[in-house]
């Protein structure tokens, strides 16, 4: 098991965000190396520029959730470029619009990958649109930094997941509401696509093994507004806890419905336990809807230490005041920081030797605190447990103690 090993730091925000790169200026290459020397793939990289691609919804339902992606990683480009870029380039970025359509996604990864022969790619949300995507980049051999928490139950040479997988998010989630609140009993309720669906049976299968019960299950399509019949059949069968795996813009009326029904979520139960909601989504759905209900997630913008710190400010610095920042947001973040990293350990563009570089990378200053590249893709991290707030932000009421070891297919439970 990896611990968090950092020392508390003294220094203003600006002196920390210098050392974002995670690894030691020994490892930075020469701004002097020609582009032969280090792309011999036929990437779009000069002496003096590397070509990146992000790829996220900023159309349709799932817009709500990806704008904070892409404006993370245009963040942390910005403060790349800020310090020098990577082995002396500058990052431009190459941005389309999945359009929350998974075959646009598809399409959209293989012009990145095929025409604008960019780099890396950071982009996606939905296990959906990863889904879509993974045979391109597979087949064109490509790199792809997904930031979203997901069903686990995938490994792949092309994708490094910055976001945690099922036994981080869920079965963490699972237990802490079973020591913590007594659970017994729960409603499984998700959006209609891959991630809801396997991660509830991730969830009924731990249920089970615990000895517990689930009460109800039931999935609706993405963008449905109309929760008011499973809200019904909820109250009848008044679980402990309704565990939620509803996605985007469906999330502001199943929350603002389940609020009018009279479910206050601020009584120990029904208890909503969300895996899917985080300050973007609360952000839409307006805080006093999901006042006093539960996320697993592993960030959360109120999370005190100085690394996040910073990056709070310099996320609202250059977004505006008004902006939240959730789980998946951060994630994205950390992908062009971790590539950076990989890219000066390997001393090259090349996908193959980024790869090979990828394992045992490790930011000590991330946002959510340390965090390391397993030799499955997937990062070491910590869960955390939020309870939201009417000012839409959420108060970490439990943490694990040491970062958990990603398992992307945990015995028992495929």
């Not at 659970?183 to 299968?205: C, M, Q, V």
């Amino acid at each position: 098991m990896v611990t968090d090993t950092r020392t508390k730091r003294s220094g203003q925000p600006r002196r920390l965000l210098k050392r974002l790169m995670g690894v030691t200026a020994a490892l930075a290459f020469s701004a002097t190396v020609s582009a032969q020397d280090v792309n011999t793939t036929d990437l779009a990289v000069t002496d003096d520029t590397v070509t990146v691609g992000i790829l996220h919804s900023i159309t349709g339902t799932m817009a709500i959730s990806e704008t904070g992606s892409v404006q993370a990683e245009k963040l942390a480009i910005e403060q790349i470029n800020a310090m020098g870029g990577v082995l002396g380039r500058k990052i431009e970025y190459i941005q389309e619009d999945g359009a929350s359509d998974w075959p646009t996604f598809a399409e959209k990864s293989r012009k990145l990958l095929t025409q604008d022969k960019v780099a890396a790619v950071f982009g996606c949300w939905t296990s959906a649109s990863r889904k879509a995507v993974l045979p391109v980049f597979e087949q064109y051999n490509g790199m792809l930094y997904y930031p979203t928490f997901y069903e686990g139950l995938e490994q792949s040479p092309n994708v490094i997941y910055t976001g945690q997988e099922a036994t981080q998010q869920i079965l963490a989630g699972i237990d802490w509401v079973v020591d913590a609140k007594d659970a017994e009993t729960f409603y499984l309720l998700g959006s209609d696509y891959i991630w809801p669906r396997t991660s509830n049976k991730i969830a009924r299968k731990h249920i089970d093994k615990l000895g517990l019960k689930v009460v109800g299950e039931e999935y609706y399509p993405l963008g449905h507004t109309q929760f008011n019949s499973v809200i019904n059949k909820i109250k009848l069968r008044k679980p402990d806890v309704i565990f939620a795996s509803v996605v985007g813009g469906s999330n502001v009326a199943f929350y603002k419905q389940l609020k009018a029904a009279g479910i206050d979520m601020t009584k120990e139960k029904p208890l909503v336990l969300t895996i899917s909601v985080t300050e973007d989504e609360i952000l839409g759905i307006g805080g006093e809807n999901v006042e006093g209900a539960y996320a697993s997630m592993k960030y959360f913008q109120s999370l005190p230490n100085e690394n996040n710190q910073a990056f709070v400010k310099a996320f609202k610095e250059r977004w505006g005041d008004d902006i939240v920042i959730g789980d998946v947001t951060q994630a994205a973040y950390l992908g062009p920081w971790l590539w950076k990293a990989a890219v000066e350990k390997a001393g090259s563009f090349d996908v193959d030797k980024v790869r090979e570089a990828s394992p045992g990378i490790e930011l000590t200053t991330a946002p959510e605190g340390y965090v390391k590249i397993h030799k499955n893709h997937h990062l070491w991290s910590r869960t955390r447990i939020g309870e939201a707030q009417p000012d839409g932000q959420y108060k970490v009421v439990f943490e694990t103690e040491e970062l958990i070891e990603p398992d992307p297919f945990p015995e028992g439970y495929q």
